[in-house]
């Protein structure tokens, strides 16, 4: 069956179809909640409510633009729903931070899957700026209407998670040395 025809049967609640649907997309819209959430716990049950979202609103998919790009846009606001009614976001950050941290990285020391628990230790609104700023290419001003914060605000964020992961890449590479 056809990607259309298997959206079009999922909107008229047909089991199969989102069977077939979530066959598909599972691995790489779980992949954005693991990037988003603090743990595997967390992502798996920010998965499921992103998939009964995507369900619910299939049928207002246009069939304009990439299916999975809208798959992908209707997980992260789930997500980011979530950590706003949670108020986890709500900060006002006065004092300056440069923008840029610079991390020298070798490759061969350090593997994804830490990079991605590294990324996930860090507090909620600093990992929500960095996912959304670095790995997913938003700009401050998108970030700043989708977490209702502001511009400095979402700068300040990416600047303090930057520092953070700099901080434990560092202390990693130190212990990895004395071994």
């Known amino acids: 069956m056809g990607l259309n025809k298997l959206i079009k049967q999922c909107a008229k609640n047909d089991r199969k179809a989102q069977e077939e649907i979530y ?32 369900f619910n609103k ?22 980011l729903l979530k950590y706003r009614q949670k108020n986890v976001l709500n900060i006002v950050v006065t004092e300056e931070i440069p923008d840029e941290v610079i991390v020298d990285v070798d490759d061969d020391e350090i593997s994804l899957d830490f990079l ?18 670095v790995l997913d290419g938003f700009s401050h001003k998108e970030i700043s209407k989708m977490l209702h914060i502001a511009e ?13 992961l700099k901080n434990k890449i560092e202390l990693h590479q130190e212990e990895q040395q004395s071994v």
């Open 58 to 79: 299939i049928g207002q998919f246009k069939f304009k633009g990439s299916f999975e790009g809208w798959l992908k846009r209707i997980m992260v606001n789930t997500i």
């Open 116 to 133: 991605l628990n590294l990324i996930q230790e860090l507090p909620d609104r600093y990992r929500m700026v960095f996912n959304l700023y």
């Open 152 to 164: 400095g605000t979402s700068k300040s964020n990416l600047a303090r998670a930057r520092a953070i």
């Open 23 to 54: 066959q598909l997309f599972a691995g790489k819209l779980f992949s954005i909640c693991l990037k988003y959430s603090k743990n595997k716990q967390e992502a798996q049950d920010n998965f499921q409510d992103g998939f009964v979202t995507i």
